[in-house]
């Protein structure tokens, strides 16, 4: 089966039900806390394809690569810089083998880890030619599309946004930030606010824009309400189940995937044409996610 | 004092240059050093500190009044002595093993030197041995840790278990912080002290120190 282009396919509809986390997934199966996720990449492949099968058996269409910390940046901190082209064609390899043209393949890109110029040190061009490097290896390993994610600063999704662009003009781009609730409204630590943000991401390219991470589902429904008002982009939601208490020095995540899948209702309801589930989801939440919105 | 209340607030506004220039005539003006600090860079510091607690500025407007706040205490320094800067004790700070964030680590650093003590950076992905090596090697009194992920926070019980373990759980106390810790977690893994900003990480550690 092949699927439909991916922009058609979220201009038309259906909704585009995405896939949940990978980090609990993988520390769950024997990920160290304190390792490189991606690290995993070059020893056990295997994991890859088993999470990609497990969102998929719970009908995920879309399936995430397992490179969020795979730029040059992030991966220098662990001495893995050198190996960012191999680190990022296995996991788009494994995820692909798994979906077999049954959804999606997303490259996962996340933060630098640096804070820019001039109020950090990291060099702009630097940070651009960063992302540029591993949506190289993505794409030439071939991911269907690109999701930049759990950004904070909108300067710097700008910089990721333009290196996608840069490395394919064609290539669908969906660009998400993470934000907090203050009492004058959502913004994300650095400080941009929601109308900004969505400006700025299409502006710089991105075809799909919205937010995943920092929150729970009914808090991302109302960060989704902001974006419908400022955009009529095509937006992509991905909460987390709650936020997280720390049990036995573990992160336990609250929200059922029963109740996760009523505030989707909400999210379809407001025109949101990509979601999924960030930290704490599970394939339960994506196959609750698909019964609600898609029957 | 009028010029102290101007640093304090061209701190607030991140302006270095005119914190710099400022701190210089209050010097000249034969302000104790000591004085200047307390009252004009920490005051300012403060102010910033709790409006960011409250959501009121982001973190362009921290990283900027630590900048003014460098800028300042770069021209005190040698006034303040070493009276000053040993007489509170040696703390070594530092984000646990895998964590990249150093953010609110470095507010402390900062504030912590500001209040006097002579603070150790060990920056971010601290292994457990390293800040136990180092505090044990420096004679330090407190170790500082920081987490800014759920999943980087059972790295903080290591450092504990690893000095109590060599026997220095007495000697080195810790405090710990930072977004996803709670005072909860931080009584459950048997640190000392919970810092829920950087500011009350510095009173935190003053209380251990006593």
């Known amino acids: 089966m092949t699927m439909r282009p991916f922009l058609e396919r979220v201009r038309n509809g259906p909704v585009v039900i995405a896939d949940g986390a990978t980090g609990?997934?993988?520390?769950?199966?024997?990920?160290?806390?304190?390792?490189?996720?991606?690290?995993?990449?070059?020893?056990r492949p295997d994991l890859l394809r088993e999470v990609a099968q497990g969102y998929l058996d719970a009908g995920a269409e879309l399936v995430q690569t397992n490179t969020f910390g795979g730029s040059p940046m992030r991966l220098a901190t662990y001495g893995l810089d050198g190996q960012t082209e191999e680190?990022?064609?296995?996991?788009?390899?494994?995820?692909?083998?798994?979906?077999?043209?049954?959804?999606?393949?997303?490259?996962?890109?996340?933060?630098?880890?640096?804070?820019?110029?001039?109020?950090?040190?990291?060099?702009?061009?630097?940070?651009?030619?960063?992302f540029r490097r591993q949506m190289e290896a993505l794409v030439a390993a071939g991911v269907d599309l690109l999701t930049i994610e759990t950004m904070m600063d909108v300067g710097e999704a700008r910089l990721a946004i333009e290196a996608a662009r840069s490395v394919s003009a064609g290539i669908p781009v969906m660009a998400t930030m993470t934000f907090d609730a203050t009492p004058r409204g959502f913004h994300t630590i650095m400080g941009n606010d929601v109308p900004s943000t969505a400006a700025g991401l299409v502006e710089a390219g991105a075809d799909v824009v919205g937010s995943n991470c920092g929150n729970g589902s009914e808090t991302m429904?109302?960060?989704?309400?902001?974006?419908?008002?400022?955009?009529?982009?095509?937006?992509?939601?991905?909460?987390?189940?709650g936020l997280p208490q720390i049990v036995d020095g573990h992160a336990i995540y609250d929200e059922t995937p029963e109740f996760?899948?009523?505030?989707?209702?909400?999210?379809?309801?407001l025109g949101v044409q990509v979601i999924g589930g960030c930290c704490g989801t599970t394939p339960d939440h994506i196959r609750a996610l698909r019964e609600v919105l898609l029957t | 004092m009028e010029i102290l209340s101007q640093i304090a607030s061209e701190l607030e506004c991140g302006a270095h240059e005119a914190v710099r220039a400022l701190t210089q005539s209050a010097l000249e003006q034969e302000l104790e050093a000591g004085v200047i600090l307390e009252r004009g860079l920490l005051a300012g510091m403060q102010v910033v500190g709790d409006r960011f607690r409250n959501h009121e500025v982001f973190l362009p407007e921290v990283l900027l009044a630590a900048r003014a706040m460098n800028a300042g205490l770069e021209l005190l320094e040698p006034h303040l002595g070493k009276a000053v800067a040993l007489s509170r004790?040696?703390?070594?700070?530092?984000?646990?093993?895998?964590?990249?964030?150093?953010?609110?680590?470095?507010?402390?650093?900062?504030?912590?030197?500001?209040?006097?003590?002579?603070?150790?950076?060990?920056?971010?992905d601290v292994s457990p041995e390293t800040f136990v090596d180092t505090a044990h090697e420096t004679g330090a009194s407190v170790i500082g840790m920081s987490a800014l992920l759920t999943t980087t926070m059972p790295g903080m019980k290591k450092v504990i278990a690893l000095l109590k373990e060599r026997g220095l759980d007495s000697s080195v106390r810790t405090v710990v912080g930072g977004a996803p810790v709670t005072e909860e977690f931080a009584r459950e893994i048997g640190a000392d002290s919970y810092g829920f900003d950087a500011a009350h990480a510095v009173e935190c550690v003053k209380e251990l120190v006593g």
């Open chain 1, 24 to 43: 609990s997934f993988l520390m769950a199966r024997g990920l160290r806390s304190g390792d490189s996720p991606e690290s995993l990449n070059l020893t």
């Open chain 1, 87 to 130: 680190i990022n064609r296995i996991a788009v390899e494994a995820v692909r083998e798994a979906v077999a043209g049954r959804a999606y393949v997303s490259g996962s890109c996340g933060p630098s880890g640096h804070i820019l110029e001039p109020l950090g040190d990291a060099v702009p061009d630097e940070v651009r030619a960063g």
């Open chain 1, 221 to 241: 429904v109302e960060i989704a309400r902001e974006f419908r008002a400022c955009t009529d982009a095509p937006l992509l939601i991905q909460p987390n189940a």
């Open chain 1, 260 to 269: 996760m899948a009523e505030r989707a209702k909400e999210l379809l309801e």
């Open chain 2, 89 to 124: 004790g040696t703390v070594v700070i530092g984000t646990v093993q895998g964590d990249l964030h150093d953010i609110g680590k470095n507010l402390v650093g900062i504030m912590l030197s500001g209040a006097g003590f002579e603070v150790i950076d060990l920056g971010k």
